[in-house]
T-cell receptor, first 110, second 113 residues
Framework: RKEVEQDPGPFNVPEGATVAFNCTYS??????FFWYRQDCRKEPKLLMS???SGNEDGRFTAQLNRASQYISLLIRDSKLSDSATYLC???????????FGGGTRVLVKP | EAGVTQFPSHSVIEKGQTVTLRCDPI?????LYWYRRVMGKEIKFLLH????????ESGMPNNRFLAERTGGTYSTLKVQPAELEDSGVYFC???????????FGSGTRLTVV
């Protein structure tokens, strides 16, 4: 079983719509959670950290459920530029290695 | 602030040859990590330096891989001899101590033929 599991998608999303997807993690010792964005043939870039209370950054909202060990990402008012692969990433603590999910591909279409 | 620089961006080598990848971190970032993405798989951790010391090398696949970080500055990852299954994208990432600011380099795409 993979440590971080994601639905690979693709999620085909009409422009302006809302899309949400989750990832699950198996290591209950995980303390830090992130969503990274990766464009085709580019490096991962940090989209947002995920906090226990949930957090929002513009059109993006992340939630963490420690009891069920899943993390979610919601994108509102999708833009064409949101098309990318979204990587769920966990770590035990700051300064620790990152464990990546396989990514969820999102395609926003006009 | 300059980013994390990796080179070469692409490398095509024959099985059995040696390749050395280089990563120049952001100045002052003591934590340096190497990751690899093999086609069809998730990005996986290879090793972690704190300054010039190897903190965790549990992800190194075998002894054909050798990583160094001279004087706590740039790092190299040497594969000798390369095998077909070593093909993939090798990313370097650095982090400033006490923060979660992992910054990735643009990667080296290695193809072993």
């Amino acid at each position: 079983r993979k440590e971080v599991e994601q639905d690979p998608g693709p999620f085909n999303v009409p422009e302006g719509a809302t899309v949400a997807f989750n990832c699950t993690y198996s290591n209950s010792a995980s303390q830090s959670f992130f969503w990274y964005r990766q464009d085709c043939r580019k490096e991962p870039k940090l989209l947002m950290s995920v906090y226990s209370s949930g957090n929002e950054d513009g059109r993006f909202t992340a939630q963490l459920n420690r009891a069920s060990q899943y993390i979610s990402l919601l994108i509102r008012d999708s833009k064409l530029s949101d098309s990318a692969t979204y990587l769920c990433v966990v770590a035990r603590a700051a300064g620790n290695k990152l464990t990546f999910g396989g990514g969820t591909r999102v395609l926003v279409k006009p | 602030e300059a980013g994390v620089t990796q080179f070469p961006s692409h490398s095509v080598i024959e099985k059995g040859q040696t390749v050395t990848l280089r990563c120049d971190p952001i100045s002052g970032h003591d934590n340096l990590y190497w990751y690899r993405r093999v086609m069809g798989k998730e990005i996986k951790f290879l090793l972690h330096f704190v300054k010039e010391s190897k903190q965790d090398e549990s992800g190194m696949p075998n002894n054909r891989f050798l990583a160094e970080r001279t004087g706590g500055t740039y790092s190299t990852l040497k594969v000798q001899p390369a095998e077909l299954e070593d093909s993939g994208v090798y990313f370097c990432a650095t982090e400033h101590p006490g923060s979660y600011g992992y910054t990735f380099g643009s990667g080296t795409r290695l193809t072993v033929v």
